[in-house]
């Protein structure tokens, strides 16, 4: 369970970014958060992991307060906490297997990781991930020869890797063609389900936080203005969160099926 509570985040001497935020997040729930840029989304998804620092308040993973960790017990929370990206950040010219692997470098030794020495029972699960998400086949290429959506299922398995207890999710589609997009957030909607694993999206798309997660958080100048399903999250949510800002994407390329299989292989983890 994550428990963020009074969360507040102010770079230098600004006005805060994020101003006394509450969210709890239980079970394998897949959350979005939605709200214009500049809302605070991508800082409140980077408190969680402390590549920011907050200034105030409190986060909780499973009962462990991640704000003020130091040193080694840091490190350990963060294995904790996988996160996927919208540039991928992968290593292009490693394969996909090492960037895959990489998602184990908090647990294996230096030696381990310098020499590529990695255990067994890592090296097999990283192929049951990369089968589940349909990029088996590509272990051996280079990461940079792949599509976007093939990239973004690598950074997913790479996360996945590190045996998260969450997953954070910041714009996984923003790079990536509409109907790629509506894969990975089918794939990200799947996964939480067979790891019961909480996911918390940030995404500018709301057809796309409608389609495909159950819970829908909407932010304003770094306050939740909107905590709901996605079948309340109408008009008036919408003006609420982007008002006068931005008109979002309302658009997706075909009508969501949750059923529907995401043109990958589906073998359980
Ligand atoms: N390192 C930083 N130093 C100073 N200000 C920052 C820093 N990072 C973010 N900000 C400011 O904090 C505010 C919130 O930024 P943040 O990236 O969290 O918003 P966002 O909702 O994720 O926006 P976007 O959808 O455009 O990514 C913005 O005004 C931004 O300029």
Request: glycine letters at 10%; proline letters at 4%; hydrophobic letters at 40%.
């Amino acid at each position: 369970m994550l428990e963020i509570s009074k969360l507040v985040k102010r770079y230098g001497n600004d006005e805060p970014v994020l101003k006394e935020l509450d969210l709890v997040v239980e079970g394998s729930s897949v959350v979005s958060i939605v709200g214009a840029s500049g809302a605070g989304k991508s800082t409140m998804l980077r408190c969680i992991n402390r590549l920011v620092e907050p200034t105030s308040g409190s986060i909780r993973l499973n009962g462990t307060e991640l704000v003020n960790l130091r040193g080694g017990a840091l490190r350990r929370a963060r294995r904790k906490i996988g996160m996927v990206f919208q540039g991928f950040n992968l290593i292009d010219r490693l394969t996909v297997m090492e960037n895959v692997l990489a998602g184990r470098l908090g647990y294996v030794s230096l030696y381990q990781a310098v020499t590529r020495r990695y255990p067994q029972q890592d090296i097999e699960r990283a192929f049951t991930l990369m089968e589940r998400v349909g990029i088996a086949h590509y272990a051996n290429k280079r990461a940079d020869a792949l599509s976007g959506g093939e990239r973004q299922r690598v950074g997913v398995v790479r996360a996945l890797m590190q045996e998260p207890e969450i997953l954070l999710a910041d714009e996984p589609t923003a790079s990536l063609d509409p109907r790629t997009s509506e894969q990975i957030m089918k794939l990200l909607q799947s996964l939480a389900q067979e790891l019961s694993l909480p996911v918390l999206i940030n995404i500018h798309n709301v057809a796309q936080a409608k389609a495909y997660t159950e819970r829908i958080v909407g932010l304003r100048h770094g306050k939740m203005i909107f905590d709901g399903a996605p079948g309340d999250f109408g008009k008036e949510a919408l003006d609420a969160i982007y008002g006068g800002i931005e008109a979002p994407e309302e658009e997706i390329t075909a009508a969501p099926s949750r059923t529907s299989s995401e043109g990958v292989s589906h073998g359980q983890i």
